[in-house]
């Protein structure tokens, strides 16, 4: 009976609800363009097992956007969180924002094809999706193929060795 539970708490009841993974941390952030999105993803991602820390912003009042892409992406290249998502109007300026930070790479996407694509070809660690560009319903759908998707290696970790070499670049 407890075992049951822990399933259903987990969000694995089905086996096939967040990937296999169990625990992760995520950072969320919005600004006043993409609340009521940031709202709705939180909730999907505590349901499939995972934590959430919001890092803002609360209200409707403007905010500015950078603040909140440097809080998220410091506390994911920091190691303190697993991953993170971020939302604004269209997405554009979180992941402009985010990307800044070193060891972040920020995936814009509004398609399932990307979201996979952004985990398994980039290792992306923060997705951004723009709430005036994307529904709730396919929002979801883009969030749970970014966390169920896994970086494939191979080929495309000498890549990513390479776009990290970038980052020294001055």
């Not at 969000?11 to 992760?24: A, E, F, P, S, T």
């Not at 952004?118 to 997705?127: C, M, P, S």
Request: charged residues 25%; contains cysteine.
């Amino acid at each position: 009976m407890v075992w049951g539970i822990r399933l259903w708490y987990t969000g694995i009841r089905d086996g096939n609800d967040n990937g296999g993974k169990q625990g992760m941390r995520f950072g969320l952030g919005c600004d006043h363009r993409g609340l009521n999105l940031k709202r709705a993803i939180s909730k999907l991602v505590a349901e499939m097992g995972h934590t959430c820390e919001d890092f803002g912003c609360y209200r409707a009042a403007a905010v500015d956007y950078p603040d909140v892409a440097a809080r998220v992406a410091e506390a994911v290249a920091g190691g303190r969180l697993d991953r993170g998502i971020l939302v604004c109007s269209t997405g554009i300026g979180m992941s402009i924002a985010a990307n800044k930070v070193k060891g972040i790479r920020a995936a814009l996407c509004h398609d399932l094809f990307s979201a996979r694509r952004a985990r398994e070809h980039n290792d992306a660690n923060i997705l951004c999706l723009g709430e005036q560009v994307v529904g709730p319903g396919v929002a979801e759908e883009i969030v749970r193929a970014f966390v169920g998707a896994e970086f494939q290696g191979g080929r495309h970790g000498r890549r990513l060795e390479q776009v990290h070499a970038l980052e020294g670049r001055g």
